[in-house]
C-alpha cells in the first residue's frame, strides 16, 4: 500500500506561482512512476506531469514551460511547481504514483487562478 498527501493548493492571480507537494509513504519502493493530474469543473481528469524513478520528465503541451515537477528521494515527497498561472489552471490537483500492479490517488488539492 502506498498513501498518498497533497498540500500546497490555494487561491493565486494570474501569472503568479504555487508549488504543490506529494509525500509518499508506506510501500514506496515499489513506486516506478509519479504524476501530477488535474480535474476542473465538468471536465474530465487529466495527465499534467509525471517523473519515473529514473528521474526522466514529462508534460501536457497546455503546461510546458511554465510547470516543472521534481522528486526529494530522502522525503519520498514530489513536487510541482507551477509557474506563469492562468485562469485555465483552476482545478483539483492530484497526485498519482504507480507500481507495476496498482496506482494510488492522493485526496486532491484546490488550485484556483483568479483575479
Known amino acids: 500500500q502506498v498513501q498518498l498527501v497533497e498540500s500546497g493548493g490555494g487561491l493565486v492571480q494570474p501569472g503568479g506561482s504555487l508549488r504543490l507537494s506529494c509525500a509518499a509513504s508506506?510501500?514506496?519502493?515499489?513506486?516506478?512512476?509519479m504524476h501530477w493530474y488535474r480535474q476542473a469543473p465538468g471536465k474530465q481528469r487529466e495527465l499534467v506531469a509525471e517523473i519515473t524513478s529514473g528521474g526522466s520528465t514529462g508534460y501536457a503541451d497546455s503546461v510546458k514551460g511554465r510547470f516543472t515537477i521534481s522528486r526529494d528521494n530522502v522525503k519520498n515527497t514530489v513536487y510541482l511547481q507551477m509557474n506563469s498561472l492562468k485562469p485555465e489552471d483552476t482545478a483539483v490537483y492530484f497526485c498519482?504514483?504507480?507500481?507495476?500492479?496498482?496506482?494510488?490517488w492522493g485526496q486532491g488539492t484546490q488550485v484556483t487562478v483568479s483575479s
Open positions: 498519482n504514483a504507480r507500481t507495476t500492479i496498482q496506482s494510488y
Open positions: 508506506g510501500s514506496i519502493f515499489s513506486i516506478v512512476t
